[in-house]
């Protein structure tokens, strides 16, 4: 039916509310070409979809309901008076991605660059909240110039809500950012805040201070794709969890992550239903170790095969390799798995790799999310750049983050748990559920060299003597039965049957119930 031919018996047999009508779709038509076909080309031009058309890519078709379509800026000074677009830059809402709802804010670069008035924060101010009161996932879609220079402090007055009410929905309901364009100054700190951030290969760009400032400051001449591109962050900084090709793959990407994710704090992971049996033998991880303990593996293998349907959703795969984090369903459940990768500095524990597990620790435990770790760690990272880095600190995170984690946490070392490692590994004695071993497993204070050329100092010079002593130790501690028999581990397993013990324990950890001490929070070392 077309809106406007619809007659209303009121006023001048409906000529007033028809008029009105005409002025709401021309209203609507303005917003929705944003700042113009130009722009939109442009935007177009540079391989980037506009705001709404992001919309439509992430939610589940026809599903959006669009908010403040009409809101305006109240800016008056630089001629801005006569320069008013309906929506003042950012789209906003709510829909459906696979059934579910989600609040969703996305920046349109075509209106002033994206940049963020006093009014642009009011609406996503207002999805936000509403979104921690039906308890729903927020996602935001970025692309802005930053504060709308013309308007000043009332622009970051807006950029401080924001603030604030991504401090307040933390741990409430998943918060995701997508970073589709320029996100610079202190705008990135919004992001920041959210529990993940996906970026655009070649598009996006995140930094505190862009290349111009960098070089009158630091002298350094860097690009800003180096300084703050997806590679950038990707790899090196660890800001971005993942990045993709363009809008579109990253976008349907996010309508995947997001299946993981229970909407708030009070539900429990979604299921899905598989047809990978829970009980499935992977005979084939019974080859994985090494026979030579000091060789890598591949733990990714592990992983894979054990999870429903060997599929495993990494997070930050190129950073931090020498820990894999990530999500996978177990008998249809969802997993947070946290894994030591022997491939990559053997494993060892760094500040980088004790920083990405403990933040990945943390929000599984925000959002009731069981967390499944594989542990082959010869310890942590030994030097003066961890040191001067504040390794003790960072450490410290991810210990802190297990320690205090009361979702179920089923634990499985494969080979090396040495050391402090051993504990911080999601150990029995921090209050891990179901602690398991394979046959494989040395659970000691260090490796037997190691420990030989400290207990038996003075034979060093003595091969044979050291060999021997070596492998003494390695008979009596490199096994996990002292560790057994003491209790620290629950059961020895056989490597093909880990997918079934796992999901067993998760079965029977599915109704688990601990609470930490009442406190305001804690005071995890940052
Ligand atoms: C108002 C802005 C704007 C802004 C861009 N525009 N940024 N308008 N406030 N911050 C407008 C431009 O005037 C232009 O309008 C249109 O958006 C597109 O911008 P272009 O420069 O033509 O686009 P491009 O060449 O792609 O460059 C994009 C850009 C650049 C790199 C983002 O626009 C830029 O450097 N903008 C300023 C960035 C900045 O310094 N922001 C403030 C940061 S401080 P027309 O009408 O010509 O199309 C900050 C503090 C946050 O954000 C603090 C939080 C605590």
Known sequence: MNLISVQI??????????????????????????????????????????ARERIDLLLDEGSFEEWDAFVEHRCTDFGMADKKIPGDGVVTGYGTVNGRVVFVFSQDFTVFGGSLSEAHAEKICKVMNQAMK????????????????????????????????????????????????????????????????????DSSYMFVTGPDVVKTVTHEEVTAEELGGAMTHSTVSGVCDRAYENDVETLLMVRRFINYLPANNREKPPYRPTPDRANRMEMSLDTLIPDNPNMPYDMKELIYKVADDNEFWELQPEHAQNIIIGFARMDGYSVGVVANQPKVLAGCLDIKSSIKAGRFVRFCDAFNIPILTFVDVPGFMPGTAQEYGGIIKHGAKLLFAY????????????????????????????????????????????????AVEIIFRSDIGDEVKIADRTEQYRLKFANPFIAGSRGYIDDVIAPHATRKRVCRSLAMLREKQLDNPWRKHDNIPL
């Open 134 to 201: 039906v308890g729903a996932p927020i996602i935001g879609l970025n692309d802005s110039g930053g504060a709308r220079i013309q308007e000043g402090v009332a622009s970051l007055g807006g950029y401080a809500d924001v603030f604030q009410l991504n401090v307040l929905a933390s741990g409430v309901v998943p918060q995701i950012s997508v970073i589709m364009g320029p996100c610079a100054g202190g705008a990135v700190y919004s992001p920041a805040m959210t529990d993940f951030i996906f970026m655009v290969k």
């Open 403 to 450: 320690a205090e984690a009361t979702v179920p946490k089923i634990t499985v070392i494969t080979r090396k748990a040495y050391g402090g490692a051993y504990d911080v590994m999601s150990s029995k004695h921090l209050r891990g559920d179901v602690n398991l071993a394979w046959p494989s497993a040395e659970i000691a204070v260090m490796g037997p060299k190691g």
């Open 9 to 50: 018996p009121w006023r001048d047999g409906g000529l007033y509310m028809q008029q009105i009508i005409e002025q709401l779709e021309e209203k609507r038509k303005a917003a929705i070409l944003g700042g113009g076909q130009h722009r939109i080309d442009i935007q177009h031009g540079r391989g980037k979809l506009t």
